[in-house]
């Protein structure tokens, strides 16, 4: 959020250098990212000022120019020599002082400096209008009102200050630093806490409205949504052109001038934090205005002139027969807004509830300005003193007068909060035993009040501009953050524990897992912990889960990420989808985190299942956390060669080697496999011991990535880290000596049903000849059923058999061979083929 200083000054006396008031706004945590000085024009206007012309006599032999005695109230007479043909002595005039730049007649920047003309000493410049950039008149030096002071600068003098905008990264829980007149608080709060100042802050003026006369009709149908609406009729306004030093202003904090009634709504959001929207009286049908939501479906026309389909849960601002003018507290209507033609408006100032505003603006992806203010919160008691302030501002710069009193709905109330408060409390969570009265002159300071106030502690008083302070804690964080976190003491001692390292280290495993994936060319990548509900609810949903399932958040900034992610899954896609739509399809991924989900009413898990490992529960084992391990293979299967064969793309076997490798690499070994066929797979295998899950890997359903808009097959392997660490923990290295003695290798082909799957060929064949069987491995697949018979596949499997002892001999393996051929007959229905 950008601040200028200079609006500031408008509330509070501010002697302090930029610097100072970043390091302050800074520890009162509104952190400043950085500053940069504005001038409203190249001229150095802060260094031309006022003066009097003392005496003014023409130069001899020259037909133009005059020698001037000008006084600028500093103490010193100056000689200047002016061209000009309206200069003569008594003139009030704006006067460039030495090293001052400004403009020259055909329009280029020029210093001043001291020189002699026709030997005349010239100490400055008698300024024109153009020479000083605000009009095209050179006919004559400007000429001021004889009351005018002296030694004022022409910055203030037009209320051109040159102005520093401090650039703050406001946190989500700030709503009552939106504005400027929340940070001159904040300041004001500093100062009086910490330079014991009796600082004032001056509140802008404003306007008294009118009781008597006809109210202009308001409805409001949805409080809900809607707790407070205020308006006002002004008739008789002239739209035009704001003047500078409120266009300067605007532009100042990055807001763009577009006529005097806008500006003033604008003008009013950034320094007091409330939205306000003038409508054209004209345009408003019926006599009224009702405050509703609409059929789905309806049409509305928005101010940048999109027809946009509303949902049954907008909340619009509509006329008396009911056509939609606005959404409320979120954008214009194309139809209903102030043009030059317009003379009399209905000026609105209502409070919206932020959730409502923050769903309609994601739903229709508008993030403005007014609906960023209510999204963070806007003051419910503030409407009527954004409303009075702005009608002001409104006759002050387009005229008319107030034609209706006030209409304030306002059924509800909404009262400060009082929130109890211990002292014991405040001094734990800040680590220092703050003095009673130190706490409650920093309260003061911040405008929160105190009652019931006893010897442990008291109640808060919290005003509605702060809507995040409702518990005790955040007492404690605001009179922290006005004490001064760096003020806390560092403990003189620290104190530690002798810690058990976990085996296998965990830290270590993760960078063992890391170093080979980067090592086989993948990419670490991370992604956030916080997910969208509708990629799990819904008719709609790519990966339905129930309800029950899910760990909902409170997420104040996106609406749109509203829970904690039950599988690492979609934020591994949304990365291939950013992607892809940037010409890089070809991804190896993998990334470390953690999956959440919660114990449903039957006991059962939340997606992904953890079995065997529960992970970290808390709240009566009600919600799971599970650290996990990702990897993700999509595109290409290999950088494009100079080879004339075919590009190859990614495939399930890309994964499974790599999968097999990274747990070998970790040191697992003798797990079972078992196939998978559900959601989020097209196919999948998963390797377990018994009912501890390791790795379930496999190819992404096609329907999930073509609601991803995903146009690559994507394979994914999603590791239970937590399971792997456990299995590991009980591995014992042991060392072998290299066999001395040579291997023997066999080869079957096995006529098999289709359904048998090579992994039960590889268990069948370890258990009968596991003390000398070493490896087992498939080299061949055919199929053809006019050969073969429907249904039936030929499969090729080598066996490697060795013995650490002595050289094996034919009768040993043809004894294995025949036990290994009945194993498969009988288990497997295989029928041996020979060639």
Known sequence: MKVSLNWLRDFLDLDKSTAEIADILTSLGLEVEGWEDV??????LDKVVTGHVLECERIPETDHLSATKVDVGDGVIRSI????????????????????????????????GERKVKGVPSQGM????????????????????????????????LQMDADTVVEIGLTPNRADATNHQGVARDLAAYLRVHESRDIRIRYPESTEMPTAGQVFEVVVSNEEACPRYTGVVIRGIRVGESPDWIKNRLLAVGQRPINNVVDVTNYVRMELGQPLHAFDLAKIKGGKIQVKTLPAGTAFKSLDETERKLF???????????????????????DSGVTDKTTDIFLESAFFNAGWIRR??????????????????????????????????ILQLAGGNIASPVVDMYSKPVMPARIPVEYTRINALIGEN??????????????????NET??????????NKPDVIREADIVEEVLRVYGLDKVPIPAQIRSSIEIQQRPNPDAMRNLAADFLAASGFNECMGMSLSNSAYYLGPDAPFPLEKEQLVFIHNSANQGLDCLRPSLLFSGLETVQRNQNRQNPDLRLFEFGKSYGRRTADGAQGYPPSEGGRGEESLHNAFIETMRLTVLVTGAHSAESWQPSAKKMADYYTLKPIVQNLLARLGMAGYQESIIQEPPFRYALKYHRGTQELVTFGAVLPALLKKMDIKNPVFFADFHFENVLKALAGNKIQFAELNKYPVVRRDLALLLDKGVAFGEIRQLANKTAKKLLKDVNLFDVFEDEQKLGAGKKSCAVSFTFEDPEKTLQDKEIDHLMQQLQQVFETKLNAIIRKG
Request: hydrophobic share 45%; charged share 15%.
């Open 39 to 44: 001038k409203p024009s190249p001229v150095d």
């Open 81 to 112: 020599v002016c061209g000009a043909p309206n200069v003569a002595s008594g003139q009030k005039v704006f006067v460039a002082l030495p090293g001052a730049n400004v403009f020259s007649k055909d329009g280029q920047l020029f210093a001043i």
């Open 126 to 157: 008698i300024c024109a209008q153009d020479e000083l950039g605000i009009g095209h008149d050179h006919s004559g030096i400007m000429i001021l009102p004889a009351t005018t002071a002296l030694g004022i600068t022409a910055a203030h003098y």
């Open 312 to 334: 049954a849960e907008d909340l619009m601002i509509c006329d008396g027969e009911s056509n939609p003018m606005c959404i409320g507290g979120v954008f214009g209507g194309f």
């Open 360 to 393: 309609t603006m994601l739903r229709h992806n508008l993030r403005t300005d007014s609906a960023w203010s209510f999204e963070k919160g806007v003051d419910p008691n503030g409407c009527l003193i954004a409303l009075r302030r702005a009608a002001q501002l």
């Open 434 to 451: 703050l003095p009673k009265e130190k706490v409650k002159n920093i309260l003061a300071a911040l405008e929160i009040g105190v009652e």
């Open 455 to 464: 010897d442990s502690g008291f109640s808060a008083i919290v005003p509605t």
